[in-house]
């Protein structure tokens, strides 16, 4: 799974399999090709480099979710939509570049609860919107992230 911006670098991306491509120059070789391929494209599928991979734009971003060509396609497509709409909810419909690099955290968050070692976990967007739905006022302080404290210290002084 991969979120690239509109010039094709990378955002965010997990590879589960080393063996495909193992170094990141590799899987970034991969991405830029991917993104030359896609970016003016209107389908939503594409067998590249003995992969499968189906994605979907949003204003400045671009997002995959790769397989082996054994994969079934719908599969695929499920774990993306789920992707792009967990996404969705936690940037409160401001799916864009700067949001995404904002909420880092929480999007790999949902990266992991989606995926995990290349077992898809969960499909469905409002489940992993739960596990992700990290609220300051709920968590004790001492179980927060960094991110989370900051931005509830920077809410109290600005």
């Not at 799974?1 to 010039?7: F, S, T, Y």
């Not at 400045?60 to 909810?89: A, H, K, P, R, W």
């Not at 179980?143 to 509830?152: F, G, L, P, S």
Request: negative net charge; proline residues 2%.
């Amino acid at each position: 799974m991969c979120i690239l911006d509109n010039d094709g670098n990378r955002i965010l991306a997990k590879y589960y399999d080393k063996n495909v491509f193992p170094t990141v120059k590799e899987q970034r070789a991969y991405e830029k090709n991917l993104f030359n391929k896609t970016h003016r494209a209107d389908a939503e599928i594409i067998m590249l480099d003995g992969l499968t991979c189906v994605y979907k734009s949003n204003v400045d971003l671009f997002f995959y979710v790769m397989g082996s060509t054994q994969e079934n396609e719908l599969i695929l497509l499920s774990v993306l939509n789920c992707l792009y709409d967990t996404i969705t909810m936690i940037l409160k419909k401001n799916v864009e570049k700067r949001a995404v690099l904002e909420n880092l955290d929480i999007v790999m968050l949902a990266f992991d609860e989606i995926c995990d070692g290349g077992i898809i976990l969960d499909a469905d967007p409002s489940s992993v919107m739960k596990r992700v739905d990290l609220r300051n006022d709920d968590i004790p302080i001492g179980e927060q992230t960094v991110a989370q404290v900051t931005n509830a210290i920077h809410g109290l002084f600005w």
